[in-house]
C-alpha cells in the first residue's frame, strides 16, 4: 500500500525558490503540491522543469493539484501527474516523473543525415588542392591584403587628419562727433540731415528760497565822552563857556563840545582839563577817539586857547540794522527760479522712458505769475532775512535719444571700408542730448553735438577660408591667408592639425574647423 503522500499548499506569492526550499526538509516521500485558489503560479514549463529536478535529487515522487490547463499541459510533457483535488490525489496512481525534457541522439528523427553519412558527398564537393592551387591561393590572399591596406590608407590619409585654422580679422577703431538738429516740426528722423524730432514737456513746480538782507540803517545810541585839556596862549584869564566845540583833524572831523564852563587862568602856557561829550552828528562809536587826536578849536577862542585830549574817548556805541533792498527782491527771486527749473527737471526726469533725455538748456520757465509769489517783506523794511514763495510752470524739450544715436552710428558706418563691419557691443555714446546746445529763438531748433565710438572688424568667410587652404602645405597655407585676409598686424594665422607629425591640410574641407577670435581692443 502506498505510504500516505505530504501536503504543501502553495501561495500566489511562491516561487521556484520558496519551494525548493520547503522541498530541503523533505526526503524519500511523496508530496502533493497544491495550487492556490485564485490565481494561478509557476505557469512556465522551467519552473516545473526546476522543481522535478530538486524532487529526483531528494527522491521525492511529485505530484500536483491545479485546475490551470497551462501547467497541466507542462505537467503532462514532463510526466509529472495532475489530479483536480486532493481526494482524486490519494486515491490515484502517480506517474514517475522524468528527469529529462530534451529529446536525445536517438530520439532524433530518422530524415535528418548523420554528418558520417555525408562524408562521401562532401569529399566529392571539395576535393584536394593542388600545390600550384595552394601557391595561387596564397598570392591572391597576399595580393588581396596588400590592396585592402592600400585602401584602409588612402582612406585614413583622406577622412582621419583634421586640422584648426585660428585667425585674428584685422580690428580698428572709429569715432565721429556729429551735429545733431532737434526741430519740433519734424515728425521723423533724417539721417541724412542728421535731423531728429522733438516733443515739448511742462510741469508746474512751487517752491520757496530765502536770501539775508544787504541793506544797512545805523540807529544813534549812546554818545563818546571824556575830557580835553585847555592851554592859554596870553597873559589874560580866559572863560570857556559851555558849548564850546572842539574837533579832529585828521580823517574825518569828530566834534565834541564842553559840558560845562571853564575858566582859564591868565598866563601863558597855563592849563585847565574841561570834561567834553560827541555831537549829536559824531554819535556811536565813531566818537571813540584815541588820545592827541584832539587839536582844534572852532570859534574866535582859537586865537587864545589850545587844546589836547590826554586821553582817548569812550563810551560811544552805535547799532545797526538790516533793511530789505531792491536788490534783495531781484535776488531771491533768481534763486527761487533756478531751485524751480531744477525740481522740475528732477520731477521730468522721473517720467521719462528709458532712450528719453530733456535737453537742459531748454528748461526754462515758461509761465509765471504776481499772484504766485508771495514775499516776506518789502523794500525799506527792517528785517535780516527775506523769503519768497512762488509757483510757475516750467516748460522742457524731450527728445528720443536713439534717434540722435542712429545719426551717429550712420556717420560711423561712413567709415567703413569694403569687408569691414562695426562689432555690435563695441559702440559708445556720450551723453548726448543732456550736452549743452545753441537754441535758434527763431526756429526753435536746437542744435547740439553728439560723439560716438566703435570698433571695426574685417569679416571673415570661414568656408573661403577652409577652400583656400584645403590640401596645401602649412608654410603655403599660411602665406595664402596673410596675403588673401586682413589680418591683424603681428598676430599671424595659428594651424594645428591632428595626428601630429601630419605636414598638410586636410583634403577635405569638413574636417578643417575656422576659429575666428577677437583683436585686443586698440585705443
Known sequence: MATKADYIQLENADDVGSIRDRLSFLRGQRLLLIWPEEGTILTRKLDLV???????????????????????????????????TIGAAERGRWKRGRGKVFTNRFQRPKEEPIPDDLKEIASRIYSEETTQEKRWRRIRRVIGAIVFVGIAAALGYVLLPSA????????????????????????GID??????????????????GTVETTGVKSLEDAAAAGSVVFINKTASPVTIPAGTVVTTSAGTPI???????????????????????????????????????????????????????????????????????????????????????????????????AKQCIILDTIKIGEERDDWKTYSAKPGDVVDSLTLSMKAVVDATLVDEQFAQQVVYAQLAKQMEVGEAIKPDSVTYDLGCQSTGHIDATTGQ????????????????????????????????????????KLQQGIPPQISVWPQGFDRMPLLPFRIAIQIQDAPTPS
Open 164 to 187: 584648426t585654422v585660428t585667425i585674428t580679422p584685422a580690428t580698428r577703431r572709429v569715432s565721429t562727433t556729429t551735429d545733431i538738429t532737434v526741430s519740433p516740426q519734424t515728425l
Open 50 to 84: 526546476l522543481i522535478q529536478r530538486e524532487a529526483m535529487r531528494r527522491a521525492i515522487r511529485l505530484a500536483l493539484v491545479t485546475h490551470d490547463a497551462e501547467v497541466i499541459r507542462h505537467a503532462r510533457e514532463l510526466n509529472i501527474s495532475t489530479f483536480e
Open 446 to 485: 536746437i542744435m547740439f553735438q553728439m560723439s560716438g565710438t566703435a570698433v571695426v572688424n574685417s569679416q571673415i568667410d570661414a568656408e573661403q577660408v577652409r577652400q583656400q587652404v584645403v590640401g596645401r602645405s602649412f608654410n603655403d597655407a599660411t602665406a595664402t591667408l596673410v596675403t588673401n585676409l
Open 255 to 353: 566834534q565834541f563840545r564842553t559840558t560845562i564852563e571853564a575858566k582859564l587862568p591868565g598866563g601863558e602856557g597855563l592849563q585847565l582839563e574841561v570834561p567834553i561829550e560827541a555831537l549829536q552828528a559824531s554819535a556811536g562809536s565813531a566818537g571813540n577817539v584815541d588820545s592827541g587826536t584832539i587839536n582844534t578849536i572852532i570859534g574866535p577862542m582859537a586865537d587864545s586857547v589850545t587844546v589836547r585830549n590826554v586821553a582817548a574817548t569812550a563810551g560811544g556805541t552805535s547799532r545797526t540794522q538790516h533793511i530789505v533792498t531792491d536788490e534783495d527782491m531781484a535776488t531771491v527771486l533768481a534763486i527761487v527760479k533756478q531751485q524751480l527749473q531744477t525740481r522740475a527737471y528732477v520731477e521730468m526726469q522721473s517720467r521719462l522712458t
Open 191 to 208: 539721417i541724412e540731415n542728421h535731423i531728429i524730432p522733438s516733443s515739448p514737456m511742462s510741469i508746474q513746480i512751487d517752491d520757496s
